[in-house]
């Protein structure tokens, strides 16, 4: 599908602010918080467990119904559908705790008063009866018991048994990955405002709005088109609010339905870190295979996902992180083991790269062991063994990777980074300087860009053409600081060749383009964005009709370009060929949809196309390490990203700056830490770090890979760039482990770890 118009205004593709960017700084941008209170609105607080693993025998709630402002203690008797807040329909996930609490956090209840202080306060008084079980809370005890949220999901090439007794050489690993919080600036919230004969209107920091709709429906027990879900924009999601933001959204629409007044639901950041999800922690087994030269001959690996105590989104993440394992690398025999074990932890979901960047830590450690039994250096085994070229250009499951593009990014991450001289740099600062090291490291990306799960890679989008010429958009992605809405309404407004201007962005709504999917995987743009053009490539050959009718030329001498329609030494500005049209009776309104071309899966055979296209980017990293406290930086950072023909580049720059920072965190600084009772102590910035302006390396350079258009069919040849950034903060563990001189390195790379490396 190639629909792009002829002769442009060239608004796509060019570095514009953020359409909010001004209402951020100013204070001036709105979010679900700020909607001003309706006379009556209630607000609520959850009621949390204080306990990891216990059988609920009851929940006494008379202290707080009795409490002053309170008008309703919700639990799940007072759910008039079905406690189940599943996103994959699977039993066992609760709105409320039944009958067994599963993690120290989880809700248990809820309470609604006449203000938010007196609905915790009254939350605070309610006690649960229970019997207390043994909780679960590491990944190898809930790995012996044998306690899998869903059966292995095994990927394989080869014979791999083969193929490790006869390589000349093999080694063996171990490692783990932590979790991380998605510590988004605005917490979970919603609104929930009744209306006439039983609507809702749910205002929800979301993700996901036909996801709480319908999950919010479940709860009611009604049907999807009595509740409306509304999302301007967020403070942030990261993952962390597609699946958790529609529980929450649920929350709230109950106590809306049940008191009949408008409800509003904010978790404290400490109620938010509780109760709300994580990105999976990861633990690692492997053996490989390999020859003299490098070449990875046989691969047989175990990856383990810490769900938690439900299933949640695990599935798309192993998957993700199973098919993403060697990354940009062949081996010709492989085996990957990717499970999902329960324990008494808070559910784990999606987090920006969707099990992508616990999945690429695989061969990025097997190559750093291979490379330290041959006395080479990563770099070189990891070009040795890059797909494409002298190696197969296959990925296990039978996707063609791009192997020019692989050495192409990492050739100029190289060049940009001056390798070679900051190598040099390096050793001699080490060999002059006995208690800090400095250490340099490198990653290169291949990311697959769609949804895994099929009926997921689908966008819908509303365009109204005013009379006047102003220009109405609307589509099912959902802005969170991303730059999704502006890239958006910058391919509208070059389909119809008018300035940006006349494109008026308006809030993501199941009222006005349904059954969307969540804006996540990277695919935001590519499926919205697709579909807002088409929608606006219909009006604008009704425009072209009506014009050569008008002037009694042909349509294919009409051009829309600079505001105005032309043909010959004809004129008509875009507002007055619009006047024209309405006049004619001709329809300026058109919805779009879209769906993704080619993908297919076989989830038994572990083949397909699960992919539209891959992403490629590389990355370089210097880091510095104080040997007597472990405490370490990042001195330097340089980033190489594939963005195909960006549409922004201003926001993509902005995106792969962030991204990269957020993976840095989770790698080195942001520690999630439950104490032997499986309570959660890390509820808040003064218990769990997050980078900060200081954690940004001192040198930052990132250059998009340029004269690189998509080869697939994206809109107008873009490339995702939200999540695959993140993954180049590999290069600064990769540092880590350069600087420590060790192989195995945990992450995240505390100053702890970093003292226990160096004394290993």
Not at 745 to 756: G, I, K, N
Request: with cysteine; charged share 20%; aromatic share 6%.
């Amino acid at each position: 599908m190639d629909t792009n118009p002829p002769n442009l205004t060239r608004t796509a593709g060019a570095p514009l602010p953020h359409d909010s960017a001004l209402a951020h700084c100013t204070g001036q941008a709105r979010f679900a918080d700020d909607i001003p209170d309706i006379p009556g609105t209630l607000h609520a607080a959850l009621i949390l467990a204080d306990t990891a693993h216990a059988r609920l025998l009851a929940l006494r709630t008379d202290e707080a119904r009795a409490h002053p402002g309170v008008v309703a203690v919700l639990t799940p008797a007072d759910i008039p559908g079905s406690n189940d807040i599943s996103p994959a329909h699977k039993p066992g996930e609760h709105l409320f705790a039944e009958s067994e609490i599963l993690h120290w956090g989880q809700p248990l209840g809820m309470v609604v008063a006449t203000t938010r202080d007196a609905a915790i306060a009254a939350a605070k008084t309610v006690t649960a009866e229970v019997e207390k079980l043994p909780p679960v809370l590491s990944i190898e005890a809930a790995l012996e018991a044998g306690d899998l949220l869903l059966p292995p999901m095994v990927m394989t090439t080869g014979d791999v048994d083969q193929a490790l007794a006869t390589a000349p050489r093999t080694l063996s690993g171990e490692f783990r990955c932590g979790g991380q919080e998605h510590f988004y600036l605005e917490g979970q919230i919603c609104l929930a405002i009744p209306g006439e004969d039983g609507d809702l209107t749910l205002h929800s920091s979301t993700q996901h709005p036909t996801e709480v709709q319908h999950i919010a429906a479940r709860i009611l027990g009604c049907d999807y088109n009595r509740i409306t879900v509304q999302t301007r924009r967020m403070g942030g999601g990261f993952g962390g609010k597609e699946s958790n933001a529609s529980w929450v959204g649920a929350a709230a629409a109950l106590a809306a339905h049940r008191t009949g007044r408008p409800v509003k639901l904010r978790l404290s950041r400490k109620a938010d870190m509780a109760a709300a999800a994580k990105r999976h922690p990861f633990l690692y087994r492997w053996k490989a295979g390999f020859d003299d030269t490098g070449r990875l001959l046989a691969l047989d690996a175990l990856m383990v996902a810490d769900g938690g105590h439900t299933l949640d989104l695990s599935t798309g993440v192993v998957f993700r992180a199973v098919t993403h394992a060697l990354n940009a690398l062949d081996v010709p025999h492989i085996r990957i083991d990717g499970r999902v074990v329960r324990t008494n932890t808070v559910s784990n979901t999606a987090f920006r790269g969707f099990g992508g960047p616990q999945g690429v830590l695989l061969t990025e450690d097997v190559v750093r062991h291979l490379a330290s039994a041959l006395g080479s250096t990563p770099e070189a085994v990891r070009a040795r063994n890059f797909a494409g070229g002298e190696n197969n250009d296959k990925t296990p499951y039978g996707q063609t990777l791009e192997g020019d593009l692989i050495r192409r990014v990492w050739a100029e991450a190289e060049s940009l980074s001056g390798w070679d001289a900051r190598r040099a740099t390096i050793d001699a600062f080490n060999a002059a300087h006995p208690y800090k090291r400095r250490g340099l490291g490198s990653f290169v990306l291949a990311f697959g860009i769609s949804f895994g799960v099929q009926s997921m890679n689908q966008a819908g989008a509303l365009v109204h053409v005013y009379a006047d010429g102003s220009i109405r958009l609307n589509h099912g992605g959902t802005e969170m600081g991303q730059g999704l809405f502006i890239k958006v309404a910058q391919i509208v407004a070059e389909t119809f060749g008018v300035p940006l201007s006349r494109v008026r962005i308006t809030a993501t709504s199941t009222a006005e383009v349904p059954n969307t999917s969540p804006t996540a995987a990277s695919t935001g743009t590519d499926l919205n964005g697709w579909a807002a053009q088409i929608a606006a490539t219909a009006i604008r050959a009704r425009m072209i009709a009506a014009a050569a009718e008008h002037w009694s030329v042909d349509p294919a001498d009409i051009t829309l370009a600079d505001d105005e329609a032309r043909a010959g030494n004809h004129r008509l500005g875009f507002g007055e060929l619009a006047r024209l049209c309405h006049a004619k009776r001709v329809s300026l309104s058109a919805a779009g949809h879209y769906k993704t071309p080619g993908l297919s899966w076989d989830p038994v055979a572990m083949r397909g196309e699960p992919f539209f296209y891959f992403s490629y980017g590389a990355s370089v990293a210097e880091v510095e390490v104080d040997t007597l406290t472990g405490e370490h930086r990042c001195t330097g950072a340089w980033l190489v990203q594939d963005c195909g023909r960006s549409l922004n580049p201003a926001v993509d720059l902005g995106q792969i700056e962030g991204a990269f920072v957020q993976g840095l965190g989770w790698l080195t600084c942001e520690e999630l830490w439950w104490d032997a009772q499986g309570r959660l102590r890390t509820l808040g910035p003064s218990t769990y770090k997050i980078p900060g302006s200081r954690d940004v390396p001192e040198v930052f350079e990132v250059r998009l890979l340029a004269d690189a258009p998509a080869r697939a069919d994206t809109i107008f040849r873009s490339k995702a760039v939200g999540e695959p950034p993140l993954m180049l903060a590999t290069a600064v563990w990769n540092a880590l482990a350069d600087a420590a001189g060790v192989g195995r390195l945990d992450a995240p790379v505390t100053p702890e770890r970093m003292l226990e490396a160096f004394g290993s």
